[in-house]
């Protein structure tokens, strides 16, 4: 196990294991954790003996938002710092997972706080422990705005009367609330979560992987995409896949009546 200050790395087989671990500021996202956060996803998307990554916290906390006591004790103007940590750091951060090749878990063991939301739901498919909660406090406690993409995701994923709701509010989501709403996939017991995200991990990277890259394309075009549009990279999409090496194999287990074995390697 590699550790670096603020990110712990860990392989679990071909699963890349990434544990924020600053359990004093509730892994809250200061300009080291980001960082150290982007350098590890850098490495993980590169490295070819890594088909899946696992995002989640150590402590009570999996990310308790923006990193405040280090943003009032900026040596500039407080808007100008934040301007910066955001362009530099934070839209940086949430564009690699957004856009990352490999599948992406997120974990939330405990706490998820404003930006801590938004890295959350970066990630391809969101588990959540059952004490976990979720709260964007920006508008009602802080008098900010929403960041770390939550504008964008929230009203995406549960509706727009309900990410209203919860932005202006700042009501605290449960876990099971989350599930329920549609913000996360699952919601597990504490004691469960950490060996069903392995578990779930693992069996994503087992995929296909020309297959998932173009169907995460074809789902991130499909926010902006006509429906027109949409059956068209469909059809372009598709052609590519009937014509792979991987979907000759899942034909030929199809046929065999046995479990397809994709080798195909991350590029």
């Known amino acids: ?27 809250s996202l200061s300009e080291e954790l980001a960082r150290e956060l982007l350098g590890a996803l850098a490495l993980a998307v590169t490295d070819p003996s890594v088909r899946s990554v696992l995002l989640t916290g150590r402590g009570k906390a999996f990310c308790a938002g923006g990193n405040l006591k280090q ?35 997120a974990a939330v063991n405990g706490a998820a706080v404003g930006a801590g939301v938004g890295l ?3 990630a391809d498919v969101v588990l959540a422990a059952s004490s976990a909660y979720f709260v964007l406090p920006f508008v009602p406690v802080l008098g900010a705005v929403p960041d770390m993409g ?23 989501l449960s876990a099971d609330d989350a599930h329920a709403a549609g913000l996360i996939w699952k919601a597990l017991p504490d004691t469960e979560l950490e060996s069903a995200a392995l578990t779930l991990a693992e069996s994503l990277g087992a995929l296909p992987m020309d297959a ?22 469909e059809r ?15 034909l030929a287990a199809w046929r065999e009546d046995r479990r397809p074995n994709f080798r195909s390697r991350w590029r």
């Open 120 to 122: 959350a739901l970066c």
């Open 150 to 172: 939550t504008s964008w995701l929230v009203p995406r994923l549960i509706g727009q009367p309900r990410a209203v709701g919860l932005l202006l509010t700042g009501e605290r």
């Open 71 to 105: 943003f009032t004790h900026a040596d500039e103007p407080l808007d100008r710092y934040v301007g910066r940590v955001i362009r530099e750091l934070y839209t940086p951060l949430a564009l690699a997972m957004h856009r990352f090749k490999k599948p992406l878990i």
């Open 212 to 233: 998932l890259q173009r169907t995460k394309l074809a789902l991130a075009a499909a926010r902006h995409n006509s429906f027109e549009e949409q059956l068209e990279l």
């Open 1 to 27: 196990m590699n550790t670096t200050t603020r990110v712990q790395i860990m392989n679990c087989e071909a699963v890349r294991v990434l544990t924020l671990d600053d359990v004093e500021s509730r892994n």
């Open 236 to 250: 372009e999409l598709q052609m590519a896949s009937f014509g792979s090496d991987e979907f000759r194999e899942g």
